[in-house]
């Protein structure tokens, strides 16, 4: 009987790959576990088993898998069901899924290996000097890696001396697959075996009085032992007996002493301020903790909407201790990791070494080993904390799942495929643990809010500030009206500069939001007004004062500052728009004593940048923190009582259905970072438009009724959670290839889905990298089956790449784009 197994490949493939093993392999394979394939005409590729089975593809003859790369699965069938159900959910491929899901180190391809070929007889004189090299190297080495021989000829290109080489019958090359994962293993120190005993002690010290040097090695080699139980490394014995390596390695040498390896995590807590005690809830909090705990009983999902500092944490901190205990794990998602060392500390004291954080700046053997302590359950994986791509860790027995600040829009990936929300991804994943969903937010998501109001989600909530803190005091300032009776100096009302004053006269500290989109600084000639273009892309060069240059937010294209206009040539070139820098210089010049701070792009590049700012103006070093978008999340200062909002307008004009709900999210959010203890805080919010009915929303804060507004909009224009939505777009070179073949894809969905079909529609942003973009949004009402509509526009791709001209058109979907 001949046995076969599907693969899923780490590439954009519609279909599964079949392959054919032996039945020992058969026996050997599980759904999860790694192999190793060949594919097209010389690649190696990782695939990861989906199934094992017996029926023959059809179309193909299967080829012979290379190896087997794992003893157990690595993935589990929960995982890839899930992962089925994302591919599915958001049109695209399970290899898409897997390459994202798994760290990279697990996705080994195949490299080139270069051998010497034995059996030719070869004339030194016949070859060139670079082939020569090569040969040479070979004598000395059986295997080159290709980047070995580019270090050899000294070159990057290294085919054209491989292929002569390959021509002359010198070479052969071979394909080979490599792991990357390494475990970090630490070098450590003890006696040999022969002087463990006493007596041989005694022996080997006397051995030693000639060298003065080793014995004192040993001598404080048996104190550290008597010290400690801990292995000691060698840097430790080192410093001990304040010696060299070189007397160690002597020793060592001579067998007295002895090197072992132990294994071990990178990703270690070493935290020591752990197990402090959980605080009781207050009356509001406990009542949500029942209000939750009781819904959770029928409804496996649950909406939390607490107002800013009302203790949302110390209600997860409840509910994170209840599902441990009955020995399942949680899973806590973050919009982004790196913002949120406050709260990852603060939970790092209650649950100490418990705790996993998977970190989007780990390398790729960090990221093998978290995945491997929650694949094992250990004890350090009980509760993981991650950004939406924890979501892909290979959960055995998840209890809780948390999504917190639910509203952020950074919890849907945009680029590349998968597409997926990780707040409905998370929810679908807890449907197949049969585990609780939390969701938390102070400015819940549209849609969230309807699913509780509709009864689909439990809902709780959190009316009052923790310890009864007022919720801030908020005042529009009019700086039309301001600008025309000059009450403005720079971009500073008299109101908000009064403000400032005050609280740096009371000893307080103050938050100042800029707005990052729209208000990037360009350079314009003052005598043409030209302003610097990206030569790849369709928008202006923004300038960054700090690094003296111009760049492109979309591409990364930069030059250094010019002296004159690139157009006139004159030398007066002045700054337009402003951003946070500019607001720092401002407030350097109205108040020249204030040590101030600054939180974006920028300043926060570096991997421990943001716990600097962060800990800096914590430990009051700063009076004023200046900062984009980055400050609104979840940040808990003791002693903010100004939030200083520059100008809502950019948020309020952008052109989206979605522009006002997240304007009052990012409004309240910014402004719940005031007077958080004790004292009412102040938020001072400058518009050319205070008569917007999302500011008054925001001053009083009043949810409901913003939600209430937004859901009426959303019915009238067809949009969810009314509707749903897949964006799609269109990406070529070409604008008259692009435009054709947005206008006939747009053409064959009008045909099948009437009017519910936007576009085609240029983006803000028509060009990016040399690649023009187009829109279409299609609306499916929630009477409409999705995974039919879906299908409809599958088959309509399939129709359209039938023609050739557009067959190099790149088509993306976004479902449920936000
Ligand atoms: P939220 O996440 O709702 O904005 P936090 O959980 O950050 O609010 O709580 C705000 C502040 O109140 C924090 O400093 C927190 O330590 C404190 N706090 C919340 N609940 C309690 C409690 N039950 N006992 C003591 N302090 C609390
Ligand atoms: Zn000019
Ligand atoms: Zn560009």
């Given amino acids: 009987m001949s046995h076969f197994i599907d693969v899923i490949l780490p590439i954009p493939l519609e279909r599964l790959f079949t392959y054919s093993v032996t ?32 029926k023959a593809p059809e179309a193909y003859e299967a080829k012979e898998i290379d190896q087997i790369l794992d003893y157990e699965p690595i993935v589990t069938v929960t995982q890839i069901q899930h992962w089925e159900w994302i591919a599915e959910y958001y049109m695209c491929t399970l290899g898409e899924v897997l390459r994202s899901a798994l760290p990279s180190a697990f996705l080994l391809e195949s490299e080139t290996l270069v051998l010497r070929n034995m059996e030719a007889d070869v004339k030194e004189s016949d070859l060139k000097d670079d082939e020569f090299l090569v040969f040479e190297a070979l004598q000395h080495q059986s295997v080159l890696k290709v980047q070995e021989v580019a270090v050899i000829v000294d070159r990057k290109n290294v085919l054209p001396v491989l292929n002569r080489l390959l021509k002359k019958k010198v070479i052969h090359l071979k394909e080979e697959v490599f792991e990357q994962y390494r475990p970090k293993l630490v070098k450590y120190i003890r006696l040999g075996e022969a002087y463990t005993s006493d007596e041989s002690l005694e022996t080997l010290l006397e051995s030693l009085t000639r060298a003065p040097k080793q014995s004192q090695v040993v001598l404080a080699l048996f104190q550290l ?35 072992y390896f132990i294994r071990t995590d990178r990703v270690n807590y070493d935290g020591s301020d752990y197990n402090a005690a959980i605080k009781d809830l207050n009356e509001y909090q406990k009542e949500a903790l029942r209000n939750i ?40 998602l973050l919009p982004e990791i790196a913002l949120t060392t406050q709260l990852i500390s603060r939970l790092q004291e209650y649950f100490g070494e418990k705790i996993t954080v998977y970190h989007s700046k780990y390398n790729v053997h960090e990221r093998v080993e978290v995945w491997n302590n929650v694949l094992n359950q250990e004890p350090k994986a009980q509760i993981v904390i991650g950004a939406r791509s924890s979501l892909f860790l290979p959960f055995r027995n998840l209890g809780l799942l948390i999504v917190d600040e639910e509203h952020e829009s950074s919890f849907k990936q945009f680029d590349p495929s998968p597409r997926y929300h990780a707040r409905d991804a998370a929810i679908v994943l807890a449907n197949f643990h049969r585990a609780n969903v939390l969701l938390g937010s102070a400015t819940p998501s549209i849609e969230s809010y309807y699913n509780a109001k509709t009864g689909k989600y439990g809902y709780a909530e959190i009316n009052r500030r923790f310890g009864n803190v007022l919720m801030p005091d908020i005042e529009l300032v009019d700086i039309k009206e301001a600008h025309r009776k000059r009450r403005m100096k720079g971009h500073f009302s008299e109101r908000l500069m009064e403000e400032i004053q005050e609280a740096l006269d009371m000893g307080e500290q103050v938050i100042l939001f800029q707005n990052r989109r729209g208000y990037a600084p360009v350079l314009e000639c003052l005598t043409c007004g030209h302003t610097p273009q990206c030569p790849n892309c369709d928008v202006s060069l923004t300038y960054h004062q700090y690094r003296k240059q111009i760049r492109c937010h979309y591409c990364g294209y930069h030059a250094a500052l010019p002296e004159s206009c690139f157009a006139c040539g004159s030398p007066d070139l002045d700054t337009k728009g402003f951003g946070t820098q500019q607001i720092e210089e401002e407030v350097l010049k109205l108040f020249p004593e204030v040590r101030v701070g600054r939180m974006d792009l920028d300043t926060t590049r570096g991997k421990h940048a943001y716990e600097k700012i962060i800990t800096s103006f914590e430990q009051q070093e700063l009076d004023i923190l200046i900062g984009t978008q980055m400050l609104t999340k979840g940040l808990d200062f003791r002693n903010v009582s100004l939030v200083g909002v520059m100008q809502a307008d950019t948020l309020l004009n952008f052109p989206d259905y979605r522009a006002h709900e997240k304007a009052f999210q990012l409004l309240t959010q910014v402004s719940g970072r005031a007077g958080r203890t004790k004292k009412r805080g102040k938020v001072i919010i400058q518009s050319y438009n205070p008569y917007h009915q999302i500011l008054k929303q925001v001053t009083t804060g009043d949810y409901d009724e913003m939600y209430k507004e937004q859901l009426y909009e959303r019915e009238q224009y067809k949009y969810p959670p009314i509707n749903r939505v897949v964006k799609i777009t269109f990406k070529h070179k070409n604008y008259n290839i692009l435009n054709e073949a947005a206008d006939w894809f747009a053409g064959a969905l009008r045909n099948n889905f009437g009017g519910t079909v936007l576009g085609p529609e240029y983006p803000p942003v028509s060009r990016i990298r040399n690649q023009y973009l187009k829109h279409i949004l299609v609306k499916i009402s929630k009477n409409d089956s999705l995974a039919r509509s879906k299908r409809n526009i599958k088959r309509i791709e399939k129709s359209f790449n039938a023609i050739s001209m557009y067959r190099s058109v790149r088509v993306i979907y976004n479902v449920d784009h936000i």
């Fill in 293 to 332: 705990e009781k819904s959770f009983n029928d409804k496996k999902v649950t909406l939390l909407k607490g107002v800013t500092s009302s203790g949302k944490t110390e209600v997860y901190v409840k509910l994170i201790e209840a599902c441990l205990a009955t020995g399942k794990q949680v899973l806590y």
């Fill in 23 to 54: 039945s020992g392999q058969a026996n050997e394979i599980k759904p999860g576990m790694r192999v190793s394939v060949p594919f097209g005409k010389s690649k190696i590729y990782t695939g990861l088993v989906h199934s094992v089975h017996q």
């Fill in 225 to 259: 032992l008597g010290q400690t139980k801990k292995p000691i490394s060698v840097a430790d014995l080192e410093k001990a007996s304040n010696s060299s390596k070189a007397v160690i390695k002597a020793l060592v040498d001579k067998e007295i002493l002895e090197e």
